[in-house]
């Protein structure tokens, strides 16, 4: 396939906030009939471009690229597949970006990547030990792509504090990234501080609003563990309002995730990537937000 896509920077500063989704590659028949529904149902809303995640230490490397493919193929979105350059040596880190131009993509989310749990995959002294590093490397080598980087509002939870886990980000920035996604958050104050900051830092980049809808209290202890978010208890009380019915949980957290998009979209903020596991629902809903869309 050639590479035709259009890179994503190209997709900011056009007067309205850029509206994208996240894919993760499946790993069971039912999740890759699950992905392929929610691919077709979301044709109606046709986002701006949707990418696929990288599983730590490239366990997922084949499935990335083979529904990053079939995304692009069948559904026509614009895909931008995550790399995680940990565990890889630089000659595999190319190969993998070979692949990626061979079957069309024009974007990446560079990304250091988790180290896996099971020690599957380790750091390679011939590898990238930073993301700066491997988004330096994809656009000395592919000069063409557009590359997308990862923020976080609440700091990396490896980072001493918020200046230095921004300074971090300002060296992926300064390598090459056009834009950059954060991690999900529930409170928008800490977005606005974090774009606060960040511009104080020099970073003029577009900063993604990254967003996941709570669905249920439980899954919202798991979002706290995963990622240390802060979980504004008036968000707990609304989940906790809404009793046992799965539905009425659901319902409250896309209702405090529109509240979230309202007050975004009213600050111009130029662009939300929502996290969507898979689901149609919650995107299919939230989307209403943007309008404008025409469907794929």
């Known amino acids: 396939m050639q590479n035709t896509g259009s890179t994503i920077a190209e997709k900011f500063g056009k007067n309205r906030a850029v509206f994208s989704v996240e894919f993760f590659p499946p790993k069971t028949e039912e999740g890759a009939r699950q992905i392929l529904r929610t691919a077709n149902r979301l044709r109606e809303i046709g986002p701006d471009f949707v990418s696929i995640t990288y599983g730590a230490g490239g366990s997922s490397r084949e499935r990335t690229i083979e529904y990053g493919e079939l995304l692009a193929e069948i559904f026509g979105f614009e895909v931008m597949p995550h790399l995680a350059c940990f565990g890889h040596s630089k000659s595999e880190t190319a190969s993998i970006l070979e692949r990626f131009a061979a079957a069309g993509f ?5 990304l250091r ?16 030990a930073h993301a700066d590093e491997l988004v330096g490397f994809v656009r000395e080598r592919f000069p063409n792509f557009g590359i997308g980087c990862a923020g976080y509002p609440e700091k990396h939870p490896e980072a001493p504090g918020m200046r230095e886990d921004i300074a971090n980000l300002k060296r ?11 991690q999900l958050f529930f409170d928008n104050s800490h977005y606005f501080r974090f774009v606060e900051m960040c511009r104080e830092a020099g970073i003029d980049k577009p900063i ?3 967003l996941l809808p709570a669905l249920s209290l439980k899954q919202l202890a798991n979002f706290k563990a995963m990622c240390s978010t802060d979980i504004p208890r008036a968000l707990v009380e609304r989940l906790e309002a809404a009793g046992e019915t ?23 903020v130029p662009g939300i990537h929502l996290y969507i596991l898979n689901r149609a629902e919650s995107a299919l809903k939230l989307s209403k937000k943007f309008g404008g869309r025409s469907p794929l």
């Open 106 to 110: 024009r974007n990446v989310m560079a």
């Open 113 to 128: 990547g988790d180290r896996p749990k099971d020690g599957s995959a380790s750091a390679r002294p011939d590898g990238f």
């Open 172 to 182: 992926k920035v300064d390598a090459g990234a056009d834009f950059v996604t954060t």
């Open 208 to 210: 993604v609003a990254g």
């Open 246 to 268: 799965p539905g009425a949980q659901a319902a409250a957290g896309l209702d405090w995730a529109e509240a979230q998009i309202d007050e975004l979209l009213a600050a111009k």
